[in-house]
């Protein structure tokens, strides 16, 4: 029985492990899930896996949440230094990260710090952090498992391998619902368009992401670090089709992939059950279905975050977690029709000319430097001045 903390747990990700968990009740268990404001879902999920602790980070939201579980003993906790506290608990044998953005670094570390297993699905932890947090779980013994379904992908090819005879890693991009766009058509689509993904139903966030193939850059940065990877032994190919999740290319030429149909519940199973397999209902693929699995290069002139995301990796230091928070900023407001398509790109650029460059940061050089970044990414947004198209 393996006792879990699912962080985020009323996301998609976290909805979906859920489903998970609930298919397999001999083999684990629930003991902390958390949310950041959802009340209404925490503790209709609380009231049903029966935790020994939920945390609502959201401060503002503990005396509802509190209410609704005083018949039941469940432990209720609020603020973000809570998550912290949490994973660290001998009852607790693996967290689930899957909080979405830098918000879910510090819990992830203080998990490392306590010897926990990690099923990692926030690849912004790495992204931001990924030296110190790959350092940390290398000098605590911590497994980190990837959830993100190119990583798992990747992680699944290399069972059995020597990671040393790794010659380069391809992550597979649906492309988005934008493939084959030029920026006359980019420059007047709004977030209700950008959250049609034509393969994955997944959290705001990262649908923009997908959109902007940010997404696949921010996936760059995390397979480097996963991998313990060189910059350019890591590459993207547009795979429109999202059957092949990504692919390794060892040093005699052979290739693995791994493939299936894109359903999130697959890696996230793989993560939570690893290292075991477990016999499930989801839906197979068929040969028949799909006449055609094509492959095209990405288009970094007209998706220029993905230009952005691979020159944050190879600057390195703080640059990529300049990048992230410049990012979650201008999503947000993206999201809320505050900034246009092509605008994020400039204004991610923009924050990464301004925000000093730190060659190796420590964690408090990288918490600066995200608020530095957030910082100077809302007021580009407030002054919406950058329309250059
Ligand atoms: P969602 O937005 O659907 O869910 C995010 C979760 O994090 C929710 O439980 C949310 O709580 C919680 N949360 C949000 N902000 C904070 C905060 N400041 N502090 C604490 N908790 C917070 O995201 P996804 O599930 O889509 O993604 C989660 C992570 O997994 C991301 O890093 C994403 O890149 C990664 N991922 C997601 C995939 C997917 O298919 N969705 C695929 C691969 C990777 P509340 O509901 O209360 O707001
Ligand atoms: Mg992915």
Same mark, same amino acid.
């Given at each position: ?6 962080? $985020?747990?009323? $996301? ?66 609020? $603020? ?29 570390? #203080? ?54 005879? +790794? ?55 995390? #397979? ?30 052979? +290739?693995?992939?791994?493939? $299936? ?11 939570? #059950? ?116």
């Amino acid at each position: 029985m393996k006792r879990l903390a699912i962080l $985020g747990s009323t $996301g998609s990700i976290g909805t979906q492990a859920l489903e998970v968990i609930a298919a397999h009740p001999e083999l684990f268990a629930v003991e902390v899930l958390s949310a950041h404001s959802n009340a209404v879902l925490l503790t209709e999920q609380a009231k049903r896996f029966r935790p020994n602790a939920v945390v609502v980070t959201d401060t503002t939201k503990y005396e509802v949440v509190k209410r609704a579980l005083s018949n039941l003993p469940i432990k209720v906790f609020s $603020g973000a230094e809570s998550l912290t506290e949490v994973v660290r608990w001998d009852s607790v044998d693996t967290v689930l990260g899957a909080i979405v953005g830098f918000a879910g670094l510090h819990s992830i570390l #203080a998990a490392i710090d306590a010897g926990k297993e990690i099923a990692l699905a926030n690849k912004e932890t790495l992204v931001v952090a990924g030296e110190i947090v790959m350092a940390h779980a290398a000098e605590k013994r911590v497994r980190i498992i990837p959830v993100d379904s190119e990583h798992s992908a990747i992680f699944q090819c290399l069972a059995g391998e020597n990671w040393h005879t +790794i010659e380069k890693v391809i992550l597979t991009a649906s492309g988005g619902p934008f493939l084959g766009k030029k920026t006359n058509f980019l420059v007047n689509v709004k977030a209700s368009h950008a959250l049609q993904h034509p393969n994955w139903t997944m959290g705001a966030k990262i649908t923009i992401d997908s959109a902007t193939l940010m997404n696949k850059g921010l996936e760059m940065i995390e #397979a480097k670090w996963l991998f313990g990877l060189k910059n350019e032994q890591v590459e993207v190919v547009i795979h429109p089709q999202s059957i092949l999740h990504s692919f390794v290319q060892f040093n005699d030429g052979s +290739i693995k992939a791994q493939m $299936g149909l894109p359903d999130m519940k697959l890696p996230i199973q793989y993560a939570l #059950a690893f290292p075991h397999r477990l016999q499930n209902d989801f839906k197979r693929f068929n040969f028949r279905d799909f006449n055609k699995l094509s492959f095209d290069q990405p288009d970094l002139k007209t998706f220029r975050n993905l230009a952005l995301a691979k020159e944050a990796m190879e600057k390195g230091g703080n640059m990529p977690c300049i990048l992230n928070a410049a990012n979650e900023i201008v999503v947000q407001a993206f999201l809320t029709n505050r900034v246009g398509f092509l605008e994020m790109s400039e204004m991610i650029e923009k924050t990464m000319e301004k925000i000093s460059f730190v060659s190796s940061p420590s964690l408090q050089d990288y918490e600066h430097s995200d608020h530095e970044a957030r910082i100077y990414a809302a007021e580009l947004v407030k002054n919406g001045q950058l329309s250059v198209y």
